[in-house]
């Protein structure tokens, strides 16, 4: 059964905190994403990466960076959590390439508080 | 700007009748259309892929429609049942995307007994 894990699902951090979202997929995909997804919103593209090493800015990268270091794993940093980042982040993953479509595989979120 | 638009307010719907939801688009021309279910507290779990040269896909109870002159979608669920009861969303992949979708915000559909 495929799988992406989040590190947590619920975390509460203070202003100015450092916080990292960690993003673990099984299914040797190529291309992984973070969402950040609020009410009314929808789905807002922070960040993907399609290869180890490699990032790509989404539609909201400000305040945010990424980290990918092993093909499996993706993970999301906030340099300085602001209040205005309090969400819920989602992380997925996929296969490389638009030739099937590629579905994407979720995680099961993250719901970040910032105090 | 490229917008994707889904109707927010809540469909509420009847156990066994037809639920019908619309995805609307403006400034797109995906090559593919994906249609998500999304359970509260949960990440959306993908249902079914349309291409453009589509114009009907079905699953089980599930129907997508696509239809790139309209610029619309429509995802149609028969004989709707209380555990149909989620919030859908639609989401579009261009060529060039390299495999990025772009999601509505999603409508969530109530089936009461």
């Known amino acids: 059964d495929v799988k992406v894990t989040q590190s947590s699902r619920y975390l509460v951090k203070r202003t100015g905190e450092k916080v990292f979202l960690e993003c673990v997929q099984d299914?040797?995909?190529?291309?992984m994403f973070w969402y950040r997804q609020d009410p009314g919103l929808g789905l807002r593209l922070i960040y993907f990466?399609?290869?180890?090493?490699?990032?790509e800015k989404g539609d909201i990268p400000e305040g945010y960076s990424v980290s990918r270091e092993k093909k499996e794993r993706f993970s999301l940093i906030l340099e300085s959590a602001s209040t205005n980042q309090t969400s819920m982040y989602l992380c997925?993953?996929?296969?490389f390439g638009t030739g099937g479509g590629n579905e994407q595989f979720f995680g099961p979120g993250t719901r970040l508080t910032v105090l | 700007s490229q917008k994707i638009e889904q109707n927010s307010e809540a469909l509420n719907i009847q156990e066994g009748k037809t639920a019908t939801l619309t995805c609307n688009y403006t400034?797109?021309?995906?090559?593919?259309l994906q249609w998500y279910r999304q359970d509260p507290g949960r990440g959306p779990v993908f249902l079914l892929l349309i291409r453009e040269n589509e114009k009907e896909k079905r699953k089980e109870r599930l129907k997508v429609t696509f239809d790139t002159t309209l610029k619309q979608s429509l995802f149609h669920i028969t004989a709707s049942q209380p555990a149909d009861s989620a919030t859908y969303l639609c989401a579009l992949m261009t060529t060039d995307s390299w495999g990025k979708l772009q999601f509505g915000a999603g409508t969530q559909v109530v089936v009461t007994p």
């Open positions: 400034n797109y021309s995906p090559a593919y």
């Open positions: 997925a993953s996929s296969l």
């Open positions: 990466s399609y290869d180890v090493k490699m990032k």
């Open positions: 299914m040797d995909h190529e291309n």
